[in-house]
């Protein structure tokens, strides 16, 4: 080879290497660009996932929240419609019953009509009808006293001072209280001295005689209600008071007087409730506001509305919370000075309820309630169904507030005035 023809390839050569260099470079320079950019989009690819998977569970986790506030919501539709259900079929339930006492009654009236009407005999059915009533009701309590007193009598041939401890001890038993049965133990003795009885079973007459002169001594008047009235019903919970009410509403209803109620027990939602199903059985308006409302203020609207429609008489419940005294107190206080200033004109009752069945607590709770408001009649109810009616004894002997009315059952017409004859011959008449 010649010198021209070794430089020819050696240029040859150099150039050859110079291209594959320069594409050896060109292509590492491809591959890396490549990679670089495979290497970007992996990482866009994890980032888009990342934020894709974030927002999933976002949504997730929303429409989570919001298909648990669904149910939530969903529930309590439920709940309300459940309770709204069970709310009527109570009322349901109540409206059928307060029917079927007021068919009872309808029959009544018309069984008393018919002996009415039928050929002149010397009872009088009215007067039998309400007798035979309260002597049922009366039945524990004259089984009690009565029974007591037999024993005692039965157990003794001549009248000594055994006889009289004896005696005062099934008094005192019966809930004629203390002081009551002292006054008619000295009594009998001062009579059985006078009159020179020695026959143990002349005492029954007399022990008859000596409690019906407490009884009906200053009770010759028949209570009569004067016109317009407002009558505020007070006495602890439980003892009858809405009861009562209700029955009173249908009493003086019957006898043809425009009557309103006013829901002033807003201590409990229930309460209202109570007054306005008993207003709606005797077809009576209720004025009532909200739960835990000022009495008051409902009070100062029923006395108000009273005015303006003319109402004979007004008949308002209240709450009786004993255990805060200041309170009962202040409430009380500020109900009788609206009446005060709203309706100056208006006769005023301040009935007391109590209930028989508790004894000598019913007089603990009067003489508490005597302090806080001028009473100018006690209620005694649940005579029904208790032995303890000797209180009413008590009652009038010890605290000379006159005893108006007796409750002697839960229907409407189980309210009956007090006559103290036919209560001391319901008691101690012979059978
Ligand atoms: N046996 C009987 N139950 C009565 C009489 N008066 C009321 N009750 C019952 O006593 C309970 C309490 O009566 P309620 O009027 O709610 O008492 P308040 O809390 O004083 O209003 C109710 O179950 C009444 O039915 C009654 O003369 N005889
Ligand atoms: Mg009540």
Not at 5 to 22: G, I, L, M, P, Y
Not at 231 to 254: F, Q, R, S
Request: hydrophobic fraction near 40%; charged fraction near 35%; glycine fraction near 6%.
């Amino acid at each position: 080879m010649g010198l021209f023809d070794f430089f020819k390839k050696k240029q040859t050569e150099e150039t050859v290497e110079s291209a594959v260099e320069e594409v050896k470079e060109e292509t590492i320079a491809e591959a890396v660009e490549e990679a670089a950019e495979e290497k970007l989009e992996e990482e866009a690819k994890e980032i888009v996932s990342e934020a894709v998977e974030e927002k999933a569970e976002e949504i997730i986790e929303k429409e989570a929240e919001e298909a648990v506030a669904e149910a939530i919501e969903e529930k309590e539709e439920i709940a309300e419609e459940t309770a709204k259900d069970e709310a009527e079929e109570i009322v349901e339930e109540i409206i059928e019953a307060a029917e079927e006492v007021s068919e009872k009654i309808a029959e009544e009236i018309e069984e008393e009509k018919a002996v009415e009407e039928a050929p002149a005999e010397e009872v009088k059915p009215v007067k039998k009808g309400f007798f035979a009533r309260l002597k049922e009701g009366l039945g524990k309590t004259r089984n009690s006293i009565m029974g007591g007193v037999d024993s005692v009598l039965n157990a003794f041939t001549k009248i000594d001072e055994d006889l009289f401890e004896e005696l005062e001890e099934v008094l005192i038993m019966a809930d004629l209280g203390v002081d009551t049965t002292m006054h008619i133990i000295d009594t009998l003795r001062k009579r059985v001295k006078k009159e020179g009885v020695t026959d143990p079973a002349m005492i029954k007459d007399m022990l008859s005689e000596e409690i019906s002169k407490i009884l009906t001594e200053g009770c010759e008047e028949e209570f009569e209600i004067t016109k317009p009235c407002v009558m505020l019903v007070i006495g602890v919970n439980g003892v009858g008071k809405t009861t009562t009410i209700g029955k009173l509403a249908h009493i003086y209803k019957e006898r043809g007087n425009n009557v309103m109620l006013a829901a002033a027990d807003t201590f409990r939602a229930a309460a209202i409730d109570q007054l306005e199903i008993w207003g709606k059985r005797a077809g009576i308006d209720v004025i009532k506001h909200e739960e835990n409302s000022d009495p008051a203020a409902v009070v100062f609207d029923a006395v108000n509305a009273a005015k303006a429609r003319k109402t004979d008489i007004l008949i308002c419940d209240t709450a009786g919370r004993l255990h805060n005294k200041k309170n009962l107190m202040d409430e009380l206080k500020k109900i009788f000075r609206v009446i005060e200033r709203e309706y100056p004109d208006c006769h005023r009752e301040v009935f007391l309820v109590l209930d028989a069945t508790t004894g000598q607590n019913a007089m603990q709770q009067a003489k508490i309630f005597k302090e806080v408001a001028d009473i100018t009649g006690i209620i005694l109810t649940k005579l029904d169904g208790t032995a303890k009616g000797g209180i009413v004894v008590a009652i009038k002997n010890e605290l000379k507030i006159p005893v108006r009315y007796i409750g002697v059952g839960e229907g409407i017409e189980d309210l009956q005035k007090f006559d103290a004859e036919s209560f001391a011959k319901a008691i101690f008449g012979k059978e």
